[in-house]
C-alpha cells in the first residue's frame, strides 16, 4: 500500500478485488483499480454509484471546502454520462466544529445539489472524538438513467478521438495557491490565475454537457496521478493505445508556476476537474463544439489505436507511482508554520 493517497493497482489486486461479496447476476459494473463507478442493473433502468471521502478543509473558508466536498462525491457518478440523482451521506465531524461552520457546510451542499437535482435521501451526522479533519465521513452518489445513456470506463476503441478538458494540476494548482498564498512567491496576477482554478475541480458539467453531446465511449477524472495517470487508467481499462501530441493539451493560467514553486510535474500531479474522454473520431467535433460553448476549455489532443500504453509526442510515458500533490502539501504546511 502506498503512505499517502489511493491503494496500488498491486494492493488492490491482491487483497480487495478477490473478496468482494457475494457474486450477483445484477452487478453490470464490478470494483476495478482506477475505475470511478459501479452499475447495478434496476429492471429496465442501471444505477451507476460511487463512494468517496467527504473531504474538508477549513482553511480554505467552509464555503468554498463545502463546495469542494460535495463535487468530489459527484464527480465519479458524472463520467457514467448519467446525471447524479441521489445522495447518501455521513458526516463524521470533529468535536471543534460549531454550529454555524456545519451550517454553512450543509447549506452550500444543499444548493449545490438543488441545483444539480440530485436529493439527500439518507445519512448520519455527528460529532466524534478522535474525527479530524479534512476526512470527515464519506458519501455514496447515485445517478438512475437508461441504459443507452451510459458511458462504461472500458469502452474506449482504437479510432477513438481523445479529449481533455482544463489540462494538468488543476486541482494541486488551486489547492496549493489558496492554502499556501502566504508563502508563495508569485507576482499578483500569477497567483489570481493560480486561485482561479479553484472552482475548476468540478469535471460534473464537463461529463454530463460531453455525454449529452456526442458518441463518447469512455470517461474519466483525473485525479491522483494526474493527466498520466488518469490516461493509463483510460487506456488499460478499454485495452488500448493512447497517443497524445503534448502541446494540443490546454494549461491553464497559473499552473506552471505554482506547480514549479513546490517543484511538482504538473503532468503527474492530481487534476481533479480534469476530464479525459475518448469519443469516436465522427462525433470529436460536436463534443467539442459543445464543450466550447459552454466556456469549458477543451482540445482534441490524440488518438486511440491497438496496442496499450500512453505516448506523448511519441515518446511512452510511464504511469505514476505516486503523486507528488500530498508531499508538497506538507512541505507547505511546515513552510506556513514556519513564518507564522
Known sequence: MTDLGKVDRAFFDEHIYPHLGADREDVRLAPQHGVDFGVIDAGEHVLALATDPVFVMPSLGFDRA????????MSDVAVSGIPPSHLSIDLNLPPEITDEQFATVWETMHEEATELGVSVVTGHTGRYAGCNYPMVGGGTTLAVGDPADLVRPDGAQAGDAVIVTKGPAIEATGLLSIQFEEILDLDSETMAAAKERFYDMSPVEDALVAAAAGPVTAMHDATEGGVYGGLHEVARAGGVRIDVEREAVPVMDGVEATCAAFDIDPWISISEGTLLLTVESNGAGDVLSALRSEDIPAAV????????????????????????????????????????
Open 301 to 340: 489532443v490524440g488518438e486511440a489505436s491497438e496496442g496499450e500504453g500512453v505516448y506523448f509526442n511519441g515518446e511512452p510515458v510511464e504511469r505514476p507511482e505516486h503523486d507528488p500533490f500530498w508531499g508538497a502539501f506538507e512541505e507547505g504546511m511546515v513552510r506556513l508554520e514556519g513564518e507564522q
Open 66 to 73: 463545502a463546495w469542494f466536498a460535495f463535487h468530489i462525491l
